[in-house]
């Protein structure tokens, strides 16, 4: 399977909720990416609050952030 077959599938597993991102959430709810699915991407987006828990994990199923997952 090719690089771009690779980031084509894990987009659609994850968009499909058929596979998750690594991560964790805390005692609040929010939701946090672990150290090896955290890339540059994720600084320039909204850190949990209360407000909006999932704001990394929606980010770490777009096709954005898993082109740099694979080829970085």
Do not use: Q
């Amino acid at each position: 399977m090719t690089k771009t077959e690779k980031i084509e599938n894990t987009y659609y597993r994850r968009k499909n909720r058929l596979e998750h991102p690594e991560g964790s959430f805390d005692s609040a709810g929010r939701w946090y990416p672990a150290e090896e699915e955290e890339r540059d991407c994720c600084a320039h987006i909204r850190r949990p609050s209360r407000a909006y828990p999932y704001s990394l994990l929606v980010h770490c199923r777009t096709k954005k952030h898993i082109r740099r997952l694979y080829l970085s």
